[in-house]
């Protein structure tokens, strides 16, 4: 069991029987027989027992004291805490996707292999991947593209923008144009921000709504954010139609693959909608007898009905199963049938692809970023361990671990 298992759960206080790990027991570790010893390391330089997961002397000030094995024994070793990694041949640990030790406009990743042979976390200096065009910046982190002078990634209240070293960041100050100072807080122009509705927050800073922007609506006479609900009926969008050299209005338009209904709603396709029992909504809005019998999707492409996982009429490795992107609580029960991975195949194809990506392992058949949340819980790190598997591992400190996260499994 791990160590951070077994840690966690005692200072929770779970009452799950968990086994005590090696480094508890005396004939391994000389301090399990002082008071408190189970939290304690033993330091051959000095003959000392030292705090386990503590950041600080006997090691660097950036490293934290844990447990290895050296053959059968417990030992104590120097390595960097979660979320960071360290330069080869040396012992200072730096903050994954920043960047750290690293020249302007590079960020220190983690490299594949998280650790070596001894343990050590390790990263190396690269440059950012190139997104479309000046307007987006690319956020290491999740590797995805973002508008600039956006929330992007960003918790609420602070702006994503190109920092003094090049590389992208989330900050907030008193000098930003963005800055709020009712709630001390950045928002991006032209959202809603902290305004009231039917304003937005406009450069100045200020809340209001003007004429001449692509946001003012007619009729209710306010302005509204872009690709919102906005003013709009269910089921709409309120966005730009066209660019038109006398001035871009939006306007409310069915959002993607819906369909304006007869009561003027918008309602997601092959789905019931206004329609009768045995009906669903089609394109152009109309409502047509639900052609398929129960267990069956209906494949548009195809104009027939198929049961779910046959392969045909998809692609190679692929076979046919519910529109996951339908929200039955919203959008009501769909009829629609989608072609999606069957048997692994697509999925081995992306955890193939994954794992020669460097700072990226599969993990339950999915690709995730190394040394990030992932696909772990709140308190949780997705990480590579010294017996080379992905596993969710506990931060330091953490007090609220989910179990179910911290099971190990092979990449």
């Given at each position: 069991?791990?160590?951070?298992v ?7 206080g779970?009452?799950a ?14 301090c ?22 503590k950041k600080?002397h ?34 200072n ?30 990263g ?6 190139q997104?479309a ?13 973002y ?34 100072h ?35 609506h ?75 019998g ?24 692929e ?38 990506r ?13 040394n ?33 996260a ?6």
């Amino acid at each position: 069991m791990a160590a951070w298992v077994w840690l966690a759960a005692l200072l929770c206080g779970s009452q799950a029987a968990v086994l005590p790990p090696p480094w508890a027991d005396v004939k391994r570790n000389p301090c399990a027989a002082l008071p408190r010893g189970w939290l304690m390391l033993y330091w051959p330089k000095d003959g000392k027992c030292y705090t386990i997961y503590k950041k600080g002397h006997p090691c660097a000030d950036t490293q934290e004291l844990s447990p290895g094995r050296w053959g059968g024994r417990t030992i104590a070793e120097c390595k960097c805490p979660p979320g960071t990694a360290q330069l080869p041949h040396t012992n200072n640990c730096h903050k994954l996707f920043e960047r750290g030790p690293c020249r302007p406009g590079e960020y220190f990743a983690p490299v594949e292999e998280s650790f070596n042979k001894r343990g050590e976390r390790q990263g190396m200096c690269v440059r950012p991947q190139q997104c479309a065009d000046e307007t987006l910046i690319y956020w290491p982190a999740d590797g995805k593209c973002y508008y600039r002078m956006s929330q992007g990634p960003c918790f609420p209240g602070a702006i994503l923008d190109v920092g003094d070293d090049g590389l992208a960041n989330c900050s907030c100050t008193t000098s930003s144009p963005h800055y709020w100072h009712a709630d001390s807080s950045c928002y991006p122009h032209y959202t809603r921000g902290p305004c009231e509705k039917g304003q937005l927050f406009l450069p100045g800073p200020r809340c209001g709504c003007e004429t001449h922007l692509p946001h003012y609506h007619n009729e209710t006479a306010s302005c509204y954010e872009l690709d919102s609900l906005g003013p709009c009926p269910r089921g709409h969008t309120f966005s730009i139609a066209e660019v038109a050299p006398y001035g871009s209005r939006a306007e409310c338009r069915c959002k993607s693959f819906h369909a304006r209904a007869a009561d003027g709603v918008c309602y997601r396709l092959y789905t019931r909608g206004p329609c009768a029992q045995d009906e669903m909504i089609a394109r152009g809005g109309r409502c047509t007898k639900v052609p398929c019998g129960r267990g069956r999707l209906y494949v548009p492409s195809r104009r027939r009905c198929y049961r779910p996982g046959t392969p045909e009429p998809c692609p190679a490795g692929e076979v046919v199963a519910f529109d996951f992107d339908a929200r039955p609580a919203v959008d009501g029960l769909s009829h629609n049938g989608v072609c999606a991975c069957g048997n692994g195949a697509c999925s081995r194809r992306d955890v193939e692809a994954c794992s020669t990506r460097r700072g990226t392992a599969p993990y339950n058949g999915t690709c995730h970023i190394l040394n990030t949340q992932g696909p772990c819980s709140a308190q949780a790190w997705l990480v590579r361990d010294n017996t080379n598997n992905i596993r969710c591992q506990c931060r330091p400190g953490s007090t609220n671990c989910d179990e179910d996260a911290r099971q190990n499994t092979k990449s």
